[in-house]
């Protein structure tokens, strides 16, 4: 009896450290998944998430959803077409990237939106700002009334306490920068869809400068694009400008990622906001990309057109934006 006895207290004693090491294992390994859910979705990465859709999205993606002046379908109704039931974050990111890679018609979940708004241009995102945009949409309640309130509205209301920092006017000049450019891309595939490509060109030698410069009467800035290789002779870079276009033509040799700048001019801050040639842009603005009836417009209209021989990723110009202050 005493050796069955110590056998079965020598027993219990390792059953007790096999439940005691699970145990800790268990403990151990829910602390790591903790870890890394907190790494993965900290503060920080949905704060990114955040500004990248600030300043990509919501000037065309309204946060709400009953703007009067829509030129795209609003964030809230972008996330119910993506987010079904059942859909994962991965699935759901894996569309959206899919379609934001490069935009198409094929590629869409909104056909009736880009019936009523026309196919939306390419914008320059990597793969890990899309994944950010991605998480921060399917992980918040765009849905709900008080979101915009909530999550922007009081942020735009504390920005307006410190606009004299020189990296908020940075902000403030993209975001002017990316609203004019969507009003123009918005108008551009509109003349595209019923014209053709020969027709935008007529539809920019007519409208761009107009549209630009009611943009800057509408946000109290002056708005311009300047290059060194200017269409229109009066979008032809000075040299303040020639000198920053340089320096960024440089950075994108480099392999640098191109950021918006400031320069002071005359006691004056000013801020420059490159432009990088897309797809689209090669259709007017490339080499064989340029069907034969559009090389004729472009010759008809600009007879001193030098804003041709593009290729892809290339710094066309640059937005030059003025009076922040």
Request: net charge neutral; with cysteine.
């Amino acid at each position: 009896m005493k050796i069955y006895s110590r056998i079965f207290e020598g027993g219990m004693k390792v059953k007790a450290h096999i439940i005691l090491g699970v145990f800790v294992w268990i403990i151990f390994f829910s602390a790591c998944n903790e870890s890394i859910k907190e790494a993965t979705y900290s503060q920080e990465y949905y704060a990114e998430g955040l500004s990248l859709l600030e300043s990509n999205c919501f000037t065309c993606h309204s946060p709400k959803g009953n703007e009067s002046d829509q030129v795209a379908p609003s964030m809230s109704a972008l996330k119910k077409q993506y987010l079904r039931e059942n859909t994962t974050q991965e699935e759901f990111t894996r569309h959206l990237s899919t379609f934001l890679t490069d935009p198409s018609v094929e590629k869409s979940k909104m056909l009736t939106a880009i019936k009523q708004f026309g196919l939306m241009p390419k914008i320059d995102l990597s793969e890990t700002q899309i994944t950010q945009i991605a998480t921060y949409i399917y992980n918040t309640p765009l849905e709900h009334s008080d979101w915009f309130i909530k999550h922007y509205g009081e942020k735009q209301e504390n920005n307006k306490d410190s606009n004299t920092d020189v990296q908020t006017q940075i902000e403030r000049a993209q975001h002017y920068a990316l609203a004019t450019k969507s009003i123009l891309g918005k108008n551009l595939l509109d003349a595209i869809n019923a014209y053709g490509t020969a027709g935008a060109v007529s539809f920019c030698n007519t409208q761009a400068l107009a549209l630009t410069d009611s943009m800057s009467t509408q946000l109290d800035v002056r708005i311009r694009r300047v290059t060194d290789k200017p269409r229109n002779p009066k979008n032809q870079a000075t040299t303040y400008f020639l000198h920053e276009i340089n320096a960024y033509k440089n950075q994108l040799s480099e392999g640098k990622k191109l950021e918006a700048n400031s320069i002071n001019i005359g006691g004056k801050n000013i801020y420059c906001i490159p432009i990088v040639t897309n797809a689209m842009c090669l259709k007017c603005h490339g080499s064989s990309e340029i069907d034969t009836q559009t090389r004729q417009k472009l010759i008809a209209l600009y007879p001193f057109d030098k804003g041709t021989g593009y290729a892809k990723n290339e710094l066309r110009g640059i937005w030059v934006i003025e009076g922040l202050e």
